[in-house]
């Protein structure tokens, strides 16, 4: 089977049992079955985790794709799957989609930030959505701790209580509680001390983790599952922070973030209605009604609870409602947008769309003190995260070594940033129309130049070590594209020089050591 995926296609769900879990997922995807002794907590809709992940790979279930997993398509039709998105850390699509019931409270958990995912192979960042879908009377979240929360009272708290019953558990005083009703949806980007509330059922789309540390699990025994405190303290973010919240009040937009773009979309019974893909891989959940979604070379039907997966070879799809739709649309931001986000803050506009307008201002994390000095308080999460965290989980598309033998390039991670931005920026214009100058401009204006250079001007007073050459004359090909004014010949004379000094392969050679 090699059937190159250039339609949409419907994904069969993974069903996790939980022991928090309920007996409504089955029922809300559609399928027939008994109702099974132990709780389903969680479906996976879009999954495609490293192999060590068990049941961690969707499964094809329409189409001439059926039966093949995402990893398959992945690795054998790379181009039409993926198209310009950036690959996870672990090579896999970018995206991991559940809904979840929680019939029980879920864990206090946090998931690792960048920091930490870098210094330990195997664990992945893990930012996600959540929106919610039914909701008992009175459910809420726990998300982030509340002000006046120190890192070393938090510590303490968690150290001293985390088998305590929950009516004196200390830890549990110190988070947020937040109501939740339905269509409200919350943002938790990694670092964010978090627990779904019993009376839930939310969809949840997150960043392809599956790495998660328990503080605390409200005293259930006998269950197997283990907690991991001191883990979660190195990556917990403390301060007053204000989750950032939409209600079902708010426009159809959801989120907007540096990994992906979430959309409410409504569809009258009857209606039609096309959008652009951009070359790239989208999701549509459908939440309610029932259709059909074309794009490429065929269709893909749907009813509630159908996940449907539009691999970048689609352009475009168009959606017809045999009923009223309800969806949520989840889009991905081409390589160059994701790591200039993760570098730059948020200065240009989350996901693939150069047009969005500027997202709010960023805050500064606070991972927990392992000492008892007490951590600065911060004032709110917005939708963008910190830019000098997250850009190390951004994998670059694998490069041929030169012969020579390889050595490490940059030993601070500003370095190693700054790098990969520069190479992709340098590899953006050497993939332009030089006739374009429209393109040109657009292009210019979206990699923000300016701001590269004072970040390689930045790297290079603080020590670039063997990346300094090639920073300094990454350096002074980028400022001759920012005074370049795109007439085709001085295009083309960059372009050449691009070329000519394999710049943006030194800028992306890979580390293979750190010195001591």
């Not at 990893?71 to 690959?87: C, D, V, W």
């Amino acid at each position: 089977m090699n059937q190159a995926p250039t339609a949409p296609m419907r994904l069969a769900p993974i069903l996790k049992e939980r022991v928090w879990g309920g007996q409504a997922i089955e029922p809300w995807l559609g399928l027939d079955s008994v109702p099974r002794r132990t709780p389903v907590g969680e479906a996976w809709l879009l999954a495609d985790l490293p192999a060590e992940i068990r049941d961690g790979q969707s499964l094809v279930a329409s189409g001439p794709c059926a039966g093949m997993t995402i990893e398959h398509l992945r690795r054998n039709h790379t181009e039409e799957l993926m198209g310009r998105a950036e690959p996870a850390p672990h090579g896999g699509l970018p995206l991991l989609v559940k809904v979840l019931d929680a019939h029980r409270d879920l864990s206090v958990q946090v998931h690792p930030d960048a920091e930490y995912a870098d210094a330990h192979p195997g664990c992945y960042t893990k930012s996600e959505v959540w929106h919610v879908l039914a909701a008992r009377p009175n459910a809420r979240i726990l998300a982030g701790t509340k002000a006046g929360v120190t890192a070393a009272s938090f510590a303490t708290n968690a150290r001293s209580d985390f088998a305590a019953p929950p009516e004196t558990c200390r830890l549990l005083a110190d988070l947020e509680e937040l109501p939740a009703n339905v269509g409200d949806t919350f943002w938790l980007p990694s670092g964010t001390c978090h627990a779904l509330g019993a009376g839930l059922f939310v969809a949840e789309v997150q960043t392809p983790s599956d790495t998660t540390f328990r503080l605390y699990d409200w005293g259930r025994s006998g269950s197997g599952r283990p907690l991991h405190v001191e883990e979660a303290l190195q990556c917990c973010t403390i301060g007053a922070l204000e989750v950032a919240r939409k209600s079902a009040q708010d426009p159809a937009g959801i989120v907007e973030t540096q990994h992906f773009t979430v959309d409410r979309i409504q569809l009258e019974a009857g209606a039609t209605q096309n959008w652009n893909t951009g070359a790239l891989p989208e999701h549509w959940l459908i939440l309610t009604g029932e259709g059909s979604i074309s794009g490429g070379t065929g269709h893909a039907h749907f009813q509630s609870g159908s996940s449907v997966l539009v691999p970048a070879a689609c352009p475009a799809v168009e959606v017809h409602s045999h009923h009223a739709v309800v969806a949520l649309r989840t889009r991905l931001p081409a390589r160059t947008a994701a790591l200039l986000l993760a570098l730059l803050g948020g200065s240009v506009a989350a996901g693939c769309n150069e047009d969005s307008p500027t997202p709010p201002p960023l805050i500064q994390n606070t991972p927990v003190a392992t000492d008892a000095q007490p951590a600065p308080a911060t004032t709110s999460i917005t939708l963008v995260e910190p830019p000098t965290r997250e850009v190390e989980a951004v994998a670059p598309e694998p490069i041929p070594e030169p012969p020579a033998a390889p050595s490490f390039i940059g030993p601070s991670a500003a370095a190693e940033q700054c790098r990969r931005a520069m190479a992709y920026a340098l590899e953006t214009i050497n993939d332009l129309d030089p006739d374009n100058r429209h393109a040109f401009a657009r292009v210019k204006q979206f990699l923000h130049i300016p701001a590269l250079l004072e970040k390689g001007a930045l790297v290079q007073r603080g020590g670039a070590g063997a990346a300094g050459p090639a920073i300094a004359h990454a350096g002074s090909v980028l400022g001759q594209i920012e005074a370049c004014d795109g007439t085709p010949d001085a295009v083309r004379a960059i372009q050449r020089e691009i070329r000519r000094s394999a710049l943006p392969a030194l800028l992306r050679r890979p580390a293979t050591s750190r010195p001591e």
